[in-house]
C-alpha cells in the first residue's frame, strides 16, 4: 500500500511538475512585458511636456483658422 502511495505522488508530483515550469516561464514573460511597458510609459511621459506646447500650438493654429475665415494671415504663414 505505501508503494502504491508513493507511486501515485510520484506520478502527481511528475505531472505537476511541468504546469509549474510552464507557470513559471509564462509569469516571467509577463514580468518582462510590465517592465517593458512600463518602460516605454516613461519615455512617452518625460516627452508629453514638450509634445504638449506643440499640441497646445496647433490648436490654437486651427482655432485661428477657423475663426477669421476672411483674414488671410494664416494661409500666408502656411503658404512660406
Do not use: C, W, Y
Amino acid at each position: 500500500m505505501f508503494i502504491v502511495l508513493l507511486h501515485i505522488d510520484f506520478l502527481v508530483h511528475e505531472f505537476i511538475l511541468p504546469t509549474r515550469l510552464s507557470n513559471l516561464k509564462g509569469t516571467k514573460n509577463l514580468g518582462k512585458e510590465i517592465t517593458d511597458s512600463g518602460a516605454k510609459l516613461f519615455d512617452l511621459l518625460e516627452k508629453e511636456k514638450d509634445l504638449s506646447h506643440h499640441r497646445q500650438k496647433a490648436i490654437a493654429f486651427l482655432d485661428n483658422i477657423t475663426r477669421n475665415f476672411e483674414s488671410n494671415k494664416e494661409q500666408e504663414f502656411i503658404e512660406q
